[in-house]
């Protein structure tokens, strides 16, 4: 079974809007990252932020975690066209065992 | 460094056939990871390497599969024989580990190799 969850299953926003996407998992965790997924590619590491972090930036990324609600969102600003992919969290709660969410696929229309 | 290779990028073969993928790792990466993603389950965990030695396969879905890692450079993933229902796109991801408390298991996947079995 899939530890994380996102919401929204998709999201279409126009360029230049920010786009938010929100992972919840089920257990405690080390750490949450964000991966990325063009259309036909393999998955890229974003951002990574760790249990006793509640705030994390990256250029245009900004991510949250509230581990008492065990939720996380990324937040995208200033979308482009190129932001189109499948955004996942993942999470290893056991070790190695990277878990991914379902993912949100984004669209941003130029 | 080329990043995780993969092949072959794509393969359609009939149902029974032996289907067999291969990775290369990123070199100084200790951790190997297969794993399967299709639009019904999404991204699946089939099974992970740490110095060439399977530490978790709890993931391979049946007997059929078997994967190994005969040396540093190089892992096999193998379904014998196939069905329709193994269709999917496989991932190979590498790492150097770093999990625990302080650290964290940051994955570098290759571009996957899409599978449809008629």
Known sequence: SQQGEEDPQALSIQEGENATMNCSYKTSINNL??????????????ILIRSNEREKHSGRLRVTLDTSKKSSSLLITASRAADTASYFC??????FKTIFGAGTRLFVKA | DAGVIQSPRHEVTEMGQEVTLRCKPISGH???FWYRQTMMRGLELLIYFN???????????????????????FSTLKIQPSEPRDSAVYF???STGLAGVSGANVLTFGAGSRLTVL
């Open chain 1, 33 to 46: 990252q964000w991966y990325r997924q063009n259309s036909g590619r393999g998955l890229v590491h974003l």
């Open chain 2, 92 to 94: 190979c991801a590498s």
């Open chain 2, 51 to 73: 110095n060439n030695v399977p530490i978790d396969d709890s993931g391979m879905p049946e007997d059929r599969f078997s994967a190994k890692m005969p040396n540093a450079s």
């Open chain 2, 30 to 32: 200790d951790y190997l």
């Open chain 1, 90 to 95: 993942a999470t290893d709660a056991k070790g």
